[in-house]
């Protein structure tokens, strides 16, 4: 089996093949910059991140009087680095009892593979779990979750006819009573019409702390790496909403638009939890900003 690494390169190889190339044997001149230029925006770095990255190395490149196109990429990697970094930050477990965590994201985000995923390094970090089936709106979901919290030791809290923020409470003092943990509130990605998701969103969220004054301790939105900039403007419309404080990167596996990390720390940078690299229960994985690099540009 490869390691995750392996697969990480693997996944971001066709982001990384385009900016790779462009510095095989080229000059340091204006068409390398416009290569890079359009490269990084198909990568979905986005204007603004392109622009500073794109001036930055410029910079460099002068003040370190480099001559060699292997040297500007070396000064490129350094460069995207510093702006990564930020990112990382990892989730911290035990500080609450139990640890609230408000899980969100449009649907076909990759949000119910991510919540098992989550659960199972939770437990790996011997946590016990409860979930809260937020997403009442879709009702075999509701089933499916119950089934798989039997078979992975995840107690699940539904209800029939479920008010969602109601859910959240219940599990909420549900692991207030047993000792649980960490609660995850899974929430709707989409609802039936009329109702606005955010406003939805916003009561689950004064609901929990109902439940407990300091939580949610942990509002995570689920992004799903291939959209590029519509990730953006899903970050910045539930972080206004919700104020985040995690975000996690899924189907960075065989992707395009790994530049979209570039373009979320530029903007908006909320630390990135995890990034999901596939879809087995184990192909979550920290996101660290050092390996992320050296996949992108190798
Ligand atoms: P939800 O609608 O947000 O709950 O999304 P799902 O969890 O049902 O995921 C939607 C699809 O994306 C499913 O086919 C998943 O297997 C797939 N998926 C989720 N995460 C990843 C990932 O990290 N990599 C890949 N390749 N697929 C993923």
Redesign the pocket.
């Known amino acids: 089996k490869r390691s995750w690494l392996s697969r990480l390169k693997a996944g971001l190889s066709k982001t990384s093949s385009t900016l790779t190339t462009l510095f095989v044997g080229a000059r340091i001149d204006d068409d390398l910059y416009e290569e890079l230029e359009s490269a990084l925006l198909v990568s979905d770095a986005g204007v603004e991140a392109t622009q500073f990255l794109l001036d930055a190395l410029k910079k460099k490149v002068k003040e370190e009087k480099l001559t060699e196109a292997e040297q500007v990429k070396t000064a490129l990697k350094t460069l995207l680095l510093d702006l990564l970094t930020p990112l990382e930050k990892p989730l911290e477990l035990g500080r609450h009892q139990p640890l609230v965590m408000m899980i969100s994201?449009?649907?076909?985000?990759?949000?119910?593979?991510?919540?098992g995923k989550l659960a199972k390094h939770l437990q790996t970090h011997h946590q016990s779990v409860v979930l809260a089936a937020g997403?009442t709106f879709r009702a075999a979901?509701r089933e499916q979750l119950t089934i798989w919290g039997e078979r992975n030791n995840v107690t699940v809290i539904s209800q029939e006819s479920g008010d969602p923020a109601a859910v959240a409470f219940d599990a909420v003092a549900s692991a207030k009573a047993r000792g649980t943990d960490v609660v995850m509130v899974d929430t709707a990605?989409r609802l039936p019409t009329q109702l606005h998701l955010m406003e939805e969103l916003k009561k689950i969220k004064r609901v929990i702390a109902k439940g407990m004054d300091s939580a949610p301790h942990e509002v995570l939105l689920?992004i799903?790496g291939n959209t590029g900039q519509n990730a953006l403007a899903q970050v910045k419309a539930f972080d206004d909403a919700l104020g985040l404080t995690g975000l996690v990167i899924?189907?960075?596996?065989?992707t395009a638009k790994g530049g979209v990390l570039a373009a979320i720390a530029k903007t908006r940078p909320i630390p990135v939890y995890f990034?999901?690299?596939?879809?087995q229960i184990e192909?979550?994985q920290p996101f660290n900003a050092q390996e992320f690099v050296d996949a992108l540009l190798n």
């Open positions: 994201g449009v649907n076909g985000a990759g949000k119910t593979t991510t919540i997403d979901a990605g689920i799903d899924t189907k960075l596996d065989g990034i999901g690299i596939g879809e192909d979550l």
